[in-house]
């Protein structure tokens, strides 16, 4: 039974940094492509980063491409969503989600190329 939880949202200041955390159980990371979604108060859920099974191909919503970097940790089976430069428009609600295998990578930021999904973790930002 594949299980992801994540971990690390927190309060971060607008320019400052944060990495989440999203932690596989039931299968070996590199047996899957990862993606991060997010979604902000109001808005809807929205790609934000994924990974193919072996996190070399990574791909980014243009609004966070050079700011946010998705990588894999495969001895700890942890796969990580380092954000950098934050703003405003990064605040919501960040989940993580494991790659179907009917997963493409050309479109690994739509919600249907996922199957198990974690619960999400909060990230707000303020001043």
């Known amino acids: 039974q594949l299980q992801v939880v994540e971990s690390g949202g927190d309060l971060v200041h607008p320019g400052g940094s944060l990495r989440l955390s999203c932690v596989l159980s039931g299968g070996q990371l590199d047996s899957y492509p990862m993606g991060w979604f997010r979604q902000a108060p109001g808005k809807e859920q929205e790609g934000v980063a994924c990974a193919s099974i072996t996190g070399v191909v990574t791909d980014y919503a243009r609004s966070v491409k050079g700011r946010f970097r998705i990588s894999k940790d495969f001895r700890k089976n942890t796969v990580y969503l380092q954000m950098n430069n934050v703003t405003s428009e990064d605040a919501g609600t960040y989940v993580c989600?494991?790659?179907?295998?009917?997963?493409?990578?050309?479109?690994?930021?739509?919600?249907?190329?996922?199957?198990?999904w974690g619960k999400g973790t909060q990230v707000t930002v303020t001043s």
């Open positions: 989600a494991v790659g179907t295998a009917w997963y493409v990578q050309r479109d690994c930021l739509t919600r249907r190329q996922y199957g198990t």
